[in-house]
């Protein structure tokens, strides 16, 4: 069982939604991050919390330590943030295990 | 300030010979991990290494895979006798350390075995 785990596995939404990716977790962490993977394979990372919320344009990120559980949201979506979301707990070591990542499709 | 690099981007190996990957940090970081990601499958942890000091390998293959951070120079990612089922894209990504999380990742190389 991935110690990491990452819901939905794929979502499509019209251009305009709101969009929401949740991340459960049951290992103790340092930090969780959350990241993007376009279809070319490159891998950016969006943010690193280890509490509370971070907002960065359309992108929020939350983290709730104490139930383990953080979110990724994506306000106004367009097709452009079509791509795959990874979320990924860091060790005290600062090695990441990852989420299976979720699959968000944005239509016109 | 440059990012991560990787070369090469694309490598295309026959079965039973060498790979060698290179990662080069960010100027100022001395950690970089190691990852893989199988087609079709996760990223997965490989190997974490600081300047001339392999910290955890336990991702590792415990053969034919091998890695190194020298003192100068980039980190290596080293697979001899690659098979087929090695084939993957290898990120490598590097941090400051000194108590910090941040991880910058490189843009990949996309191994093929034939």
């Known amino acids: 069982k991935n110690e990491v785990e990452q819901s939905p596995q794929n979502l499509t939404a019209q251009e305009g939604e709101f969009i929401t990716i949740n991340c459960s977790y049951s290992?103790?962490?340092?930090?969780l991050h959350w990241l993007q993977q376009h279809p070319g394979g490159g891998i950016v990372s969006l943010f690193m919390?280890?509490?509370g919320k971070k907002k960065h344009g359309r992108l929020i990120a939350t983290i709730n330590i104490q139930e383990k559980h953080s979110s990724l949201h994506i306000t106004a979506s367009h097709p452009r943030d079509s791509a795959v979301y990874i979320c990924?707990?860091?060790?005290?070591?600062?090695?990441?295990?990852f989420g299976a990542g979720t699959q968000v499709v944005v239509t016109p | 300030n440059a990012g991560v690099m990787q070369n090469p981007r694309h490598l295309v190996r026959r079965r039973g010979q060498e790979a060698r990957l290179r990662c080069s940090p960010m100027?100022?970081?001395?950690?970089v991990y190691w990852y893989r990601q199988l087609p079709e499958e996760g990223l997965k942890f490989m190997v974490y290494?600081?300047?001339?000091?392999?910290?955890?390998e336990s991702g590792m293959p415990k053969e034919r895979f091998s890695a190194e951070f020298p003192k100068e120079g980039p980190s290596i990612l080293r697979i001899q006798q690659v098979v087929r089922g090695d084939s993957a894209a290898y990120f490598c990504?590097?941090?400051?350390?000194?108590?910090?999380?941040?991880?910058?990742f490189g843009p990949g190389t996309r191994l093929t075995v034939t």
């Open positions: 290494l600081q300047k001339e000091n392999i910290i955890d």
């Open positions: 100027k100022g970081h001395s950690h």
């Open positions: 990924a707990a860091t060790d005290s070591w600062g090695k990441l295990q």
């Open positions: 290992v103790g962490i340092s930090a």
């Open positions: 990504a590097s941090s400051p350390g000194q108590n910090s999380h941040e991880q910058y």
């Open positions: 919390l280890s509490s």
